[in-house]
Structures are given as C-alpha cells and as structure tokens.
C-alpha cells in the first residue's frame, strides 16, 4: 500500500543522506522524497511516499525513528490527510493546438506561466493522481519536459507534527 | 577556565570519560592527537599491527567489563581497516567509540592524500557518527558519542576529526560537559505497565512455555533478574548464541542454546511451546529457521529496548519495549504478587516431555579412538579452567563446538562474533579481555584459519605482555564449508582445503611465545595441563582434531525448528 511518512530531522549535513542510505540499505521503496528547511530554521521536514505490506511499513517508521537525527514522525495516511504535488510542465503549443491546451489546463486549475510562439510552461498543483490525469490529458505526444516536486503532506483538522 | 588546543581536549574529554585503554594505529591525520596522547599518561594507548584488531580489542573490552570500549586511527586506510570491526561491533550491539582521522576540513572533498569519506563509509554500519566541525565542540562531541553508544541499544559511534580541529596552537576553553540531553534520542526507561500485567498473566497461565534469552540479557546487564523470574516460574530457558551465558548453563531449567546448532531438547521445545517470552532477542534467521514454520502453537512476549526488533521478522503478540532488567523486574513482583500460580502439572508433564527429548539426544558425539574430536578439547578446557574462563572465539565449527561444550555459568565470559560472523575476531578480543582483566584466565578458540585472519597480532601481544592462551582446533580444512559442501554440494570441496599451512609452533616462536603441538589423543590433557600452568606466557597450543567432524544438531535448511540432523546420518 502506498504511504506517506512525514519526517522532522535536526538540520544538519549528513541527516539527509542517513535517511535516503536507510531505504537503500533495507531494501525499502523511494516513489518520491521532498525535503525543505521548517520556520524552526534548526529542522528540516522530510515527506516520503513508499509502498509496502503493513510489516514492511512498521519496520521503515521503526527504523527512521532509530536514526539519530529524526526528531519526530507521522504516517499520514493513517489519518485524513492533504497531500500536493507541484508539477512543471512544457508543452508543445502551436495553431489550433493552443486553445485546446489552454482549455485542458483551466479544467485542471493550472496556470500557464511561460509563453513561447510554439511552447507552453504549465504549473499544476494537486494530489499525484491529478498530476497524472493532467498528462493523460494532453496526451503524451505532445509533452516536452515534465518536472515533478515530488508529494508534500500535511494532516487534516488539528493535529500538527511539531516539537 | 582552562585553554586547551583540539587535540589536547580530546585527550581530556577521553580522561574525563575515564576511559583507561585506547587501541589504535597513528598516522598523518591523527599526529596531533598523538603528540597530545604522548605528554599525558592517564590514557594508556596498545598499538596493535592492523587497525580491524584495534576495534575487536576494543569489542572484546567492551563484551568483558560492559563499558564502552574506544579506538583511534588515522584518515583513509586507517579507516576503513577499522569497517569490519565496525560491522562486528554494530550487529552484536556492542557499544563502541571509533575516533578517526580526517584530512584538513579544507582538502575534503579534494580526493587529499589518505582522504576517504569516513561518514559516508561508515554509515551503515554505526549506530551513529559525528564529524568534528569546530574544535571548541570536541568535549561536547566526545561526550555525546559516548553516550549514543552506551545508551538504549548499544552500538559503535565514529567520531571523524578533521586535522585542522586539532591544531596544537589554536586553544579554547575546555570543560567536559556533565549531562548530554538529545532532543532526538530518548531510549525508552521502563516498559509499558499494562503490557507488563498482561506478559505476567500469560506467563502465570502457560502451559508449553519457554523463555527464550538472547544478547540483551548480557548487555542489558539482566542475569540476575532472569534467573529469579526463571526460578519462581519452572520455566525452561533457552538462550542464543549470543545470550549464552545471561542463563546459567549448569542449571537444570537451561535447555542450552537454541537455533541452527542449538541442542536438540532447545529446539523441540521451542516448537512445541504455547508460550515464548523473549528477552532480548531478534528473532535471527539462525534462530528461526523458516520462519513461516515457526514455533506453530507459540503466542510471543517479546521485551527488547529497540522497537524495531519487535515484530520484524515473527510477529510478537505482546511487545514491550524497554531495558530488560527493569522490565524483568517488574515481572518479577507481579508474578510474586499474583494470586494465580504457575499450572503446575502442566509444567510437570511437561518437563516430562523436555526430559524426554534430553534422554533422546541432548548433546553427544562419536568419540574415536585415533582421532582427537574437537568437541573433547573443549570439554578439557571446560575441566582445566572449571568454566570459569573468558572464552573468545573466531567463526566457524570451532565456535559451534566451544558454544556447545563449554558451558557458561556466568554472563560476559562467551565472547563471540555472532551476527556478522568475522573471522579474525578471536585473537584481539582475548587481548582486550587480558589486558582488563590480567589476573582471569582468557582462553581464544580458533581455527587454523581463522587464526590467520589477524595473526599478526601475536607481536601486539609481545609487546604488551598478554598471556592469552590460544587453542587451535586445527583440521587443516575451513571445517563449516567443509561440512556445507560434504552436506549440499556432494563433498566438492571447493576452496575449503588449505594447502601450505605454516608451522604454528615456529611461528609463534618467532613472535617470542611458546608454541605446543598436540597431535595424540593420549597427550590431550597432560600437555593442555602443561600449558595452562604457564600462566605468564601466551601458549599457542596447535592441536591436531578430527579433520572429518561435523556440528551436530544441525537444522535442516528452510525447515521449521524441530527439524534437525542430529548426525550425519540421522535426520529427525
């Protein structure tokens, strides 16, 4: 199953790496990774979507706990959840083409943020699926570049993973 | 306050900590240390002749006395000589502090003369390392490290020291700090009340139970409080390889150990118990067997202080996470306290059974009449030394056999590389042993071999003066691949065989010891006798075994735990 585990790590050369040589190390799945400073400039927050039996899942938040550097986590899908993706995508958009892309992308709620005569940039925001669906949209004859973030995640209501 | 440069604090902070031995090698990145190590003389330095003999020396201390054991060594090779140690050091849990040069934090990353990536290198197989990145944050540094390694479960730390942390003329004000608090590190203190009331209630109504102690038991300094809960209830006690030891051997309720070389009446029990209560123990695959066909009726207690050892590889339906001393303890007032009893004439039959299965087997081999079986030696070293010797081992049919037969009654004493299996391990675990503990007698069981593995240290020994003695179990064959390839690959014997073994009793010699050759069976104990009673002396004793002897039982690969050959040709 899919999961998505949300990591607090002091903010300090080398804690990423511990984390990303855990997974390779125990044979654990990467799908995405996204990893940013917090407000508390001395942690960093980690967001790891993975895919494994409920064991499998166990050990991870287990072993993650056990690394030094990890102050605190949460596997978001075991509660409500949102979860975004950023995606930034270059198209090819000439003639008739262009006001079909631009409908595709109006439905999706993205934006076009860069314009040339024969490309369009795309920003898209929104769950993976949505992500995908956006793609499948546009079919893929027509996609130049794609560049994903990568899934942040936050719980829902008013749990909060803090110090 | 008082100035110092980095490489003076560390010395300090290494006083401070009162750490008394150091093993370790110099080397360009570690010069400054050195000098300082040089104008004190609390911390005494044994330079050994291979920095992997450094940190099993330092491992072999660190299993004796329980405390920390540290090592210090130079950047690049230095290094990374010391992974193997390492990796012994971190799947036994054996806490550690590694302190390694570094070059000049300006050339990392410049592929420097003797840079290697000490972190990046190290990582998995530390519990934790730390890179020095101002001097001012040495003691700090060193304080830390050592109470990442002693604390919750232990493990090896590496501390890398870049050249410049070190300078001898920059100075900082020095003072090693008292606590050490981790936002991100809290070892459990206790275990879960409630899951401590339910682990009595089980215990109390068990009917096939038995308890099933592992390392943990040793580490966690919990003998005691074993042997009591193991007393009020009648249980029988298995240990593994590297509990062996946490549970007297002599005691009628120790089953001995438990798993692919474990006895035969451990085995069966475990399959057929309806309760298992694990101390301090991981479940390993040399335990397990399959573990699909594991221990098919058992409900699991399973304590441990690293959560993550409950539930990873069979399900534990009562995990208590928590130092095993202080949750035995509990146990044992609950179960004093308990109105419930222990069912005993469900313990009485089966007891019955158990003693039944003992009768069946328990542990025998063949004796010959020409031949000097390995398993007697070690039955003579048991006599000579009234089970009271440190006892390391190398890895291998000497070590099943030296597990086997002589039988521990103390925790600390069976000193062995159990979970990662390194060869070379035996000779500098008993010199760290000797050197704590001179007045003790400190036996290394080893092959010829494995011997060979860190042999250059007997000059390590020489000049120190460590009277260890080492016992050879010679069979001029890797004795365990051997007996693999004569079970599973036809008797091919490929690279098993080793052709040009030196003369152990010249070479010894040569380092300055005394050399015995025992090839006659009627010569065993006299000349084993002659040897011990030279008690300043290392004595290498070679002795000629049965190059033909299996380990016995052995479980059946991909089986469950009752299934065993017990002899070559006896399968059950």
Redo the contacts between chains.
Sequence with gaps: MRRIISVLL?NE??AL??VV?LFS?RNYNIETLTVAPTEDETLSRLTVTTTGSD?VI??IT??L??L?????LVDLTEGSHIERELMLIKLKASGSQRAEIKRTVDIFRGQIVDVTSTVYTVQLAGDSDKLDAFIQAVGTTGVLEVVRSGVSGIARGEKVLS? | MELLSGADMLIRSLQDEGIEYIYGYPGGAALHIYDALFRQDKVKHILVRHEQAAVHMADGYARASGKPGTVLVTSGPGATNTITGIATAFMDSIPMVVLCGQVASTLIGEDAFQETDM??VS??VV???I?VRHPSEIPEVIRKAYY?AATGRPGPVVVDIPKDMTTPNERYEYEYPKKVK????NPAIRGHAGQIRKAAEMLLAAKRPVIYAGGGVVLGKASDQLTELAHMLGHPVTNTLMGIGGFPASDKQSLGWLGMHGSYESNMAMHHSDLILAVGARFDDRVTNATEKFCPGARIIHIDI???SI??TV?ADVPIVGPVDSVLKELISLVRESKAKPDKDALKAWWKQIDEWRAFHGMRYEKSDTHIKPQEVIEALHRLTNGDAYVTTDVGQHQMFTAQYYKFNKPNRWINSGGLGTMGFGLPAAMGVKLSYPDDEVICVTGEGSIQMNIQELSTCKQYNLPVKIVNLNNQALGMVKQWQDMNYESRHSQSYMESLPDFIRLAEAYGHVGIRIDRKEDLESKLKEAFAMKDKLVFIDIYVDPHEHVYPMQVARGSMKDMWLSKTERV
């Design positions: 002091e050369p080398g790496s511990r040589g190390q064991r166990e050990q287990k072993q706990n056990k030094i550097e990890v102050v605190k110090i | 972190i990046g990582r998995p519990k934790h390392n890179s990442i981790l936002r991100s590190y690293d959560p993550a539930s990873k399900e």
